[in-house]
């Protein structure tokens, strides 16, 4: 106990740093858990935590002997593994694309329209969505020109997943793209003049320098993604 003292007074500015984020972390991460205990009871707001009733396991049972459990820890899974197939490399490309690309006002423009999708509400994003699915949308427009029939996209369940996936991509790859972007810019440019020199074009510098050089990114990253892809599962359970 003696040395935790000395330690706050001898580090108390680097303590006081870290204040704030223990703080964010306790009110909105830990504290909200005990609000988990609901599950196990008959929760009635009137009657609160500690007077309403306690029904242990009820809910858990009636959910895994429903009829729709298999099928909701299906599309649960299904389309995390799409997400993980077709949104992981998605960033990639794009930062390697991006790298390429030595006109500085051009790709400053190009990465703003990137990761501007990223800063939108979920609620403006999914707005924008059913507007461009709907019967009288902007793909049913373009879908109707080559003679296909207009259709509310929403409305195929065999379409959902793709309209899922695709729109958690435009989202998110432009912003995810900034560490493979940051990742690309610590390279050794000596690198590249000596794959040049060595008669590399500019595909074989990405295969043979810019890949491998941010393979070590990629990996973390991906790393990440599937402690995500956890994480929905079990809180879908």
Same mark, same amino acid.
């Given at each position: 106990?003696?040395?935790?003292?000395?330690?706050?007074?001898?580090?108390?500015?680097?303590?006081?740093?870290?204040?704030?984020?223990?703080?964010?972390?306790?009110?909105?991460?830990?504290?909200?858990?005990?609000?988990?205990?609901?599950?196990?009871?008959?929760?009635?707001?009137?009657?609160? /935590?500690?007077?309403? &009733?306690? =029904?242990?396991?009820?809910?858990?049972?009636?959910? *895994?002997?429903?009829? +729709?459990? %298999?099928?909701?820890?299906?599309?649960?899974?299904?389309?995390?593994?799409?997400?993980?197939?077709?949104?992981?490399?998605?960033?990639?490309?794009?930062?390697?694309?991006?790298?390429?690309?030595?006109?500085?006002?051009?790709?400053?423009?190009?990465?703003?329209?990137?990761?501007?999708?990223?800063?939108?509400?979920?609620?403006?994003?999914?707005?924008?969505?059913?507007?461009?699915?709907?019967?009288?949308?902007?793909?049913?427009?373009?879908?109707? /020109?080559?003679?296909? &029939?207009? =259709?509310?996209?929403?409305?195929?369940?065999?379409? *959902?997943?793709?309209? +899922?996936? %695709?729109?958690?991509?435009?989202?998110?790859?432009?912003?995810?793209?900034?560490?493979?972007?940051?990742?690309?810019?610590?390279?050794?440019?000596?690198?590249?003049?000596?794959?040049?020199?060595?008669?590399?074009?500019?595909?074989?510098?990405?295969?043979?320098?810019?890949?491998?050089?941010?393979?070590?990114?990629?990996?973390?990253?991906?790393?990440?993604?599937?402690?995500?892809?956890?994480?929905?599962?079990?809180?879908?359970?």
């Amino acid at each position: 106990m003696d040395s935790l003292t000395k330690d706050l007074k001898k580090n108390y500015r680097a303590y006081l740093l870290f204040a704030p984020a223990l703080i964010f972390y306790i009110i909105f991460c830990y504290i909200p858990m005990g609000g988990l205990i609901i599950s196990f009871m008959n929760y009635n707001p009137a009657r609160g /935590f500690f007077r309403s &009733e306690w =029904v242990g396991f009820k809910y858990f049972i009636e959910f *895994f002997q429903s009829l +729709f459990f %298999i099928r909701l820890m299906r599309n649960t899974f299904l389309l995390n593994v799409y997400d993980i197939i077709f949104g992981f490399p998605i960033p990639i490309i794009l930062a390697l694309v991006l790298n390429e690309i030595f006109n500085i006002k051009f790709k400053a423009v190009i990465q703003t329209i990137l990761y501007m999708p990223y800063f939108l509400s979920l609620v403006v994003l999914c707005g924008i969505v059913i507007t461009f699915t709907a019967t009288e949308g902007v793909i049913n427009d373009f879908t109707s /020109f080559l003679g296909f &029939e207009r =259709v509310n996209l929403l409305m195929e369940a065999a379409l *959902f997943k793709p309209i +899922f996936v %695709i729109s958690n991509i435009w989202q998110w790859a432009g912003w995810s793209s900034i560490v493979y972007v940051a990742a690309l810019t610590g390279l050794d440019p000596e690198l590249y003049d000596a794959a040049y020199a060595d008669g590399c074009g500019r595909f074989r510098r990405l295969i043979h320098v810019s890949i491998p050089g941010i393979m070590p990114v990629i990996i973390i990253m991906l790393i990440l993604r599937l402690g995500i892809f956890n994480e929905r599962l079990n809180l879908k359970l």
